[in-house]
């Protein structure tokens, strides 16, 4: 099955795996789960950090090895995700400068930010793979629309 197919077959699956529930925290945790089961040999890490006093990026739900508990706005991959606005892909995280190493298996990482229907900030869903060069177009364009179905649903919790 390629990526696209793989994402067309998820994205229905964690919409109704959201729809109508208001935990916050298990919403966060069961999609975390959805994305890792879904590409277990890509994504070995898959995890939120959300926004906290417009400084910071707190923990929140993941699946995979411990991670690293907040990261500064505009540090990492996280940070710059969030100072840029946009999704950041990055083939060799070992060349991204000012790179946070929560993980020495870390190769490769897309970051996806997390805006309300106002465009204010509130998190990122982060993901780490061990190959380099492991994320794509179909990556971005699936995890995108992924985003904006859970942002639909988890607006008024954050």
């Known amino acids: ?20 529930e208001t935990n916050l925290v298990g919403i ?9 089961e879904a590409f277990p040999e890509r994504f070995f890490w898959v995890g939120f950090y959300l926004q906290e006093n417009g400084k910071m990026l707190r923990l929140g739900p993941f699946q995979g090895s411990v991670a ?3 990261i500064p706005y505009g540090k990492g991959v996280c940070g710059k995700a969030w ?23 870390s190769r490769s990482e897309i970051v996806i930010p997390m ?3 106002q465009r204010h900030f509130r998190g990122v869903l982060d993901i ?10 179909e990556d971005k ?3 995108e629309h992924i985003i ?5 649903q988890i607006e008024d919790l954050l």
């Open 115 to 117: 805006y309300d229907s």
């Open 141 to 143: 364009d699936g995890l």
């Open 83 to 105: 100072e840029e606005g946009r999704t950041l892909i990055v083939p060799n995280v070992e060349t991204f400068p000012g790179h946070i190493a929560c993980s020495s298996r």
């Open 28 to 36: 966060l945790a069961n999609v975390s789960a959805a994305l890792h």
């Open 148 to 152: 904006q179905l859970l942002m639909a």
């Open 1 to 20: 099955m390629t990526r696209k197919e793989k994402y067309e077959q998820l994205i229905p699956q964690i919409a109704g795996l959201i729809k109508d």
């Open 68 to 70: 690293c508990y907040t």
């Open 128 to 137: 780490d793979s061990t190959r380099f060069d492991d994320f794509s177009t």
